[in-house]
């Protein structure tokens, strides 16, 4: 049998974490290598070409395409002002000129014989890319971006909506099965990362939004109520560019289910810390899962590094279920038989064996579950 | 290459956006046979960024179940020896996303059309159309040019000797958004030229500087005719030179397959129109997929491809749900459940593409959900298989009254020969019965229709096989790739339940006499197995029509298959009942009369 591995969300104590930080186009990149960072600094920036707006001079003055380098007051390149004129006409002995005015500010950009259209450039608008975490430059890509690198705690979520924040880590529930409701949710949550336990309802999302609070972490919500909050029904798990004040980040997936006692222990024991987090997802090729950075007082040298192992499934492995009828209940494997076995559903499959943690037994579907570090 | 008559075991790969799969053909006693299948997951994404991860993994496993020594170490061993190696290795793929085009033409409904027609037939998937009367601003359509950042642009427009001016404005609009390529940040976006031979001069002088531009003859020379084939070939050359190059590992898989690599709904689609062209039938082809599904039809000889780029069971799960309304999906579960557990678990797949049903339920729902992404499917393809519009056409007095329009669907149910499914839910469905409903469900047939599934996903391999080595596609195709299922009869018309629907008199291989009346609303199944067929006489009541008009009988010879001979009185078009328990009941009903799940 080919090499086969289970996927599953990082969950690291403390590791080197790396984020590229790219402009969509060229530009200047405003630091160097080696300098330290906050989320907050700017690293690059550039601008973005201006909107293009299309006049048909010609059309508009009654004339032929090719007549139109005879009544053009401005050539390719020129500047331009609002309103000021385009084009003129003779008109006759002097009289009755008609005159094509600019639609924006901007720059003319060409002039077409073909079609007698001119086309117009408006300013160009400026765009800066932050650091997102706080750490070190070490990396430049000269015009493009940088790498900022940073150790700390690295947690990956399943499903998240909303982009990039930062905020201290506030834990709210006394444990990974207690549901985050609005009660537990106060002004003194502004700004920061509310980590809620099994679930949150509207109220709660509808609370921390309203205090302003910079995200949420939970282990799961409705589909309903992402349904309302984004105001229509996700198609595509494709998401982050929300104009959310609050992002949302589930660990675990849909419905009800307690965060993974792993998870839990470790934001809990970064309480109080500066943490960034961003719920964009991507469920398609060039997978993107949302994430919790927390960094952490720690050169590279201290960490330890297992990034970028894939590793199998064995006897003893940490596992959780992703598929009813066992969704959300976590187990350790205890055989890993070769051969395809019959499901319910009379599908073959392979499967593994496991105990969950009340110690009842089950054989599931090796593509049901997914495996915990730690 | 070796020459055609030596070819003795071949190895093909399909590298899909979550799975790679490989497929050993050797020749035994004289013929092409698939001998095993393998997979392993895809490694395009991080750690492993490098697609021949996967394929080695693959054919790793094809080695071990077929004993055949294919590699030696990483390298696939050529020619084969008799006992270890293969003679031809060769590829599709849609990872990474396949090849997502953005098309332009003059008149939407004209030559726009005809560009999206030949990306589609390429295999691509097409972002966006733009056309000069598309209702858009010219700054919106920059806007959007920008946003989209495809991997290639197909520029038509204009009839040859027509007025150059508006394909010149769009591709003054293409100049002006300076479009980006979705891979790789250091090169020229590819744009093909393939519209009014007098606009080319024009058109050189604003892109050629800023895109990789490439002419073709125009694909819309005249409006009574499409000319496709040079668009189609050049996006093949360029998906080939800048998409794949710039995919992680591919540069290294070009190196060692033996033909050129071919995208996958590229090579399904010649797979479908090779078998239409080959029987002389009218064939409908869908690949339902986690991410998309392609529909493929031959009917009067034309060939169309559809994809549907955001309809598929895992990936594109919840938009089937956003789509067909929850009602929809929920009319085919034939159990209670409440909204929000439905609503939760397709979220829950959708986060988790890879899972499989385990439970019996949630096979149900699973089925329920492919039965209304493949009739939403094959509804935007019916929109888009349609015969040339713009066209003058002469008319008889006779015809003047019927009102065949241009621009009228070329898919006629009635004609239709030939069903062939293939995809994960349908080629991996427990029971091939499930298949078969969920294909006369999501496309409901009318009259006399044939039913097959690809049996284990393998018509991509083939289509590509088919390019460079027909004999053998066309062997295994014919021997292990198609799974008959049946033949359905299926009688357009509505009527009351339990009235007269068709009178079915057969005599079955096993020598039963059948000599029944079947009322309306029912599905039965007759046992014709593979390669038997029954002469059948059916009589429609007044009011059906089963293929030869309305209350006419026919007597036509019918062949079987893995599920058999199927009867489909439920009436076209079909509705269900809207009462729940009614509803549940005859669900169950059907699903019984083709022993379709396993009952507790």
Redesign the interface.
């Known amino acids: ?5 289970t996927p599953g969300l990082r969950v690291s104590e403390k590791t080197v974490v790396r984020k590229e930080r790219r402009l969509p ?1 060229k530009g200047e990149v405003v630091v160097a290598k080696g300098d330290r960072v906050t989320s907050e600094s700017i690293v690059a920036r550039t601008h973005l ?1 201006g ?4 006049v048909n001079v010609a059309s508009k003055l009654g004339l032929p ?1 090719e007549d139109l380098p005879s009544v053009m007051l401005k050539k390719g390149g020129d500047p331009i002002e609002k309103d000021e004129a385009l084009a003129i006409t003779q008109g006759f002995f002097g009289l009755f000129k008609s005159k094509v005015p600019s639609p924006c500010e901007g720059t003319v ?2 002039i ?1 014989t ?2 007698g ?1 001119v ?1 117009l ?1 408006e300013p160009p608008s400026p765009i800066e890319i932050d650091a997102y975490i706080d750490g070190e430059i070490v990396e430049i890509f000269p015009e ?1 971006g940088v790498v900022v690198e940073t150790v700390g705690t690295f947690i990956q979520g ?2 998240g909506v909303g982009g990039e924040k930062t905020g201290e880590i506030a834990v709210v529930v006394d444990g990974p099965g207690q549901p985050l409701d609005a009660s537990l949710i106060t002004e003194a949550h502004k700004g920061k990362i509310i980590v809620g336990g099994s679930h949150v309802k509207w109220d709660g999302l509808q609370k921390a939004l309203e205090v302003g609070a910079a995200g949420i972490v939970v282990g799961g919500f ?3 109520d ?1 349904k309302r909050l984004l105001g ?6 494709i998401t982050g560019h929300e104009d959310l004040a609050t992002a949302l980040i589930l660990t675990e ?3 009800e289910m307690a965060m993974a006692h792993g998870t839990f222990d470790l934001l809990k024991s970064r309480e109080g810390k500066k943490a960034s987090i961003n719920g964009a ?1 991507q ?5 993107i899962r949302p994430e919790i950075v927390v960094p952490l007082e720690a050169d590279a040298e201290s960490v330890q590094e297992a990034e ?1 192992s ?1 590793t199998g499934l064995e006897i003893g492995s940490l596992i959780r279920a ?4 066992h ?1 959300g209940s976590l187990g350790r494997v205890t055989d890993l038989p070769n051969e395809l076995r019959q ?7 392979r499967v593994l064996m496991v105990e969950f943690e009340d110690g009842e037994q089950a054989l ?2 090796r ?2 579950v ?1 495996m915990i570090e730690g | 290459m070796s020459e055609n008559g030596k070819i003795k075991a071949i190895v093909a790969t399909d590298c899909g956006s979550t799975t790679t799969k490989a497929i050993l053909i050797k020749l035994v006693d004289g013929e092409y046979r698939l001998i095993v299948r393998g997979e392993a997951p895809t490694t395009v994404e991080a750690p492993f960024e490098d697609v021949t991860r996967g394929v080695l993994n693959a054919i790793r496993e094809v080695e071990e179940l077929s004993g055949h020594e294919i590699l030696d170490g990483e390298d696939i061993i050529h020619p084969n020896d008799g006992t270890r190696g293969v003679d031809l290795y060769l590829s599709t793929s849609s990872a990474g996303g396949g090849l997502q085009m953005m098309v332009a033409g003059v008149v939407k409904s004209m030559t726009a059309e005809s560009a999206e027609r030949a990306a589609l037939g390429a295999g691509s998937i097409v972002m966006d159309v733009m056309a000069s009367n598309d209702g858009r601003l010219p700054h919106e359509q920059i806007e959007r040019i920008r946003h989209l950042r495809p991997d290639m642009i197909l520029l038509s427009g204009g009839i040859d000797g027509g007025t150059i001016t508006h394909v010149v404005e769009l591709g003054q609009i293409i100049a002006a958004a300076d479009p980006k390529a979705r891979l790789g940040a250091g090169y020229n976006l590819p744009v093909i030229y393939a519209g009014n031979k007098d606009a080319t001069e024009e058109v050189v002088k604003l892109l050629e500087e800023k895109t990789s531009l490439y002419k073709v003859e125009n694909l819309r020379p005249v409006l009574e005719r499409e000319n496709l084939g040079p668009a189609r070939d050049k996006i093949h050359d360029l998906f080939m030179e800048h998409v794949m190059a710039q995919a992680p590992g591919y540069g290294k898989l070009m190196g060692w397959t033996d033909a050129p690599i071919m995208p996958t709904p590229g090579a399904v689609g010649s797979m479908i129109e090779a078998i239409a062209n080959r029987q002389g039938i009218e064939v409908v082809g869908v690949d339902i997929g986690g991410a998309t599904t392609d529909v493929f039809s031959v009917f009067q000889n034309t060939f169309n491809r559809t994809v549907s780029a955001n309809l598929g069971m895992s990936y594109s799960v919840s938009n089937v749900l956003a789509e067909a309304g929850i009602d929809n999906v929920m009319r085919w579960v034939p159990f209670k459940l409440p909204e929000l557990s439905v609503r939760n678990r397709i979220k829950n797949k959708m986060i988790r593409p890879t899972t499989v049903p385990q439970a019996l339920d949630d096979l149900k729902l699973e089925q329920a959900i492919a039965r209304e992404a493949l009739r939403l499917a094959f509804v935007q393809h019916k929109n888009f298989a349609v015969s040339l519009k713009g066209v003058q056409q002469e008319r008889t007095i006779s015809e003047a009254f019927s009102q065949s329009a241009s621009g009228a669907t070329l898919v006629n149910m009635m004609d239709l020969d030939l069903l062939v499914g293939s995809g994960g839910v349908l080629s991996h469905a427990p029971r091939r019965q499930q298949a078969a409903m969920m294909l006369i469900d999501g496309f409901l047939p009318e009259g006399v229709t044939r039913l097959a599934v690809d049996s284990i996903f393998m018509m991509p391999q083939l289509g590509v096989l088919a390019e460079v080595h027909e004999q053998s596609a066309t062997e295994v195709f014919d021997k292990d790739c198609l799974i008959h299922l049946g033949t359905l009869v299926a009688p357009v018309g509505t009527g009351q339940e339990g009235k007269p629907c068709i009178k079915l008199e057969t005599t079955l291989p096993d020598g039963t006499a059948v000599n029944e009346d079947i009322p309306f609303g029912e599905m039965k199944v007759y046992p014709l197995g593979v390669g038997e067929t029954a002469s059948v006489k059916v009589t429609p009541a007044r009011g059906f029509d089963a293929g030869a008009g309305p209350g006419k009988p026919f007597e036509s010879t019918l062949s079987g298959g893995v599920v058999g001979l199927i009867v489909d009185t439920r009436g076209r078009p079909f509705n269900l009942p809207t009462d729940e328990s009614e509803r549940v009941k005859r669900l169950d009903k059907w699903a019984a009369a083709f022993d379709a799940y396993p009952t507790s």
């Open positions: 049998m080919a090499h086969a591995y186009i070409p909107n293009v707006q299309l395409p950009e060409s077409s073909v079609t259209q086309i450039r493009e399943i499903f409705d589909d309903p992402l229509r029904d996700l198609g595509v798990a997936g849909f419905g997802t469920i398609r090729a060039g997978v970028g894939i992703i598929r009813e009828p969704f499901m319910e559903s009379e599908s073959m499959v599931l579907p593509a049901n997914e």
